[in-house]
T-cell receptor, first 120, second 114 residues
Framework: DADVTQTPRNRITKTGKRIMLECSQT?????MYWYRQDPGLGLRLIYY???????NKGEISDGYSVSRQAQAKFSLSLESAIPNQTALYFC???????????????????FGPGTRLTVL | KNQVEQSPQSLIILEGKNCTLQ??????????LRWYKQDTGRGPVSLTI?????NTKSNGRYTATLDADTKQSSLHITASQLSDSASYIC?????????????FGTGTRLQVTL
């Protein structure tokens, strides 16, 4: 989705290096997420943020940190990259809405194009 | 533990043929189920979303079904096209208050050939 952009799109780095992946969105959503995708596994949540002052760990946050600089920007950092962090990383945003006539809210996520990170 | 299992892992079909992808889940409390399409090198894009009370929903040639009793969903693709070649991911949401926890399946990789 062009409304969610990620930089860089590809990155090769060495073990021990600090890496920052950036995500920007123009959808005006408060909620932003970072996922990683590995072959044979479903997307797994690293961190999420429901607004600028709200940061939460996901299921696999160890070795990662995040920064929500503004509503539109959410960065993921690998303080000291290791080879098993080689993966495809996705940023996503979502809105949380109640549909008329429904008793359940929907929280549709819009994904960025991904960053392929290789740690040697 | 919340889980989403998809089958088959991969599938090859001829252009113009139909196919059905399966999703079984054990997620509680269930809020909704989505099917996403992920083209190679791209992020997932939502195809359909169904809540507990919906048992079928269509989006063009894509039709999703949901049986909340058996906790199964299927995605049926009619008259497949080469552009349907992608991974299809089933995602189940458990919502508590204003927070949703998503559980992703590993996807079915579909290849449509001539």
């Amino acid at each position: 989705d062009a409304d969610v952009t990620q930089t860089p799109r590809n990155r090769i780095t060495k073990t021990g290096k600090r890496i920052m992946l950036e995500c920007s969105q123009t959808k005006g959503h408060d909620r932003m997420y970072w996922y990683r995708q590995d072959p044979g596994l479903g997307l797994r949540l690293i961190y999420y943020s429901f607004d600028v002052k709200d940061i939460n760990k996901g299921e696999i946050s160890d070795g990662y940190s995040v920064s929500r600089q503004a509503q539109a920007k959410f960065s993921l950092s690998l303080e000291s990259a290791i080879p098993n962090q080689t993966a495809l990383y996705f940023c996503a945003t979502s809105d949380f809405t109640w549909t008329s006539g429904s008793d359940h809210p929907t929280d549709t996520q819009y994904f960025g194009p991904g960053t392929r990170l290789t740690v040697l | 533990k919340n889980q989403v299992e998809q089958s088959p892992q991969s599938l090859i079909i001829l252009e113009g043929k139909n196919c059905t992808l399966q999703c079984n889940y054990t997620v509680s409390p269930f809020s909704n189920l989505r099917w996403y399409k992920q083209d190679t090198g791209r992020g997932p894009v939502s195809l359909t979303i169904m809540t507990f009370s919906e048992n079928t929903k269509s989006n063009g040639r894509y039709t999703a079904t949901l049986d909340a009793d058996t906790k199964q969903s299927s995605l049926h693709i009619t008259a497949s096209q080469l552009s349907d070649s992608a991974s299809y991911i089933c995602v189940v949401s458990a919502t508590t208050g204003t927070a949703s926890k998503l559980t992703f399946g590993t996807g079915t990789r579909l290849q449509v050939t001539l």
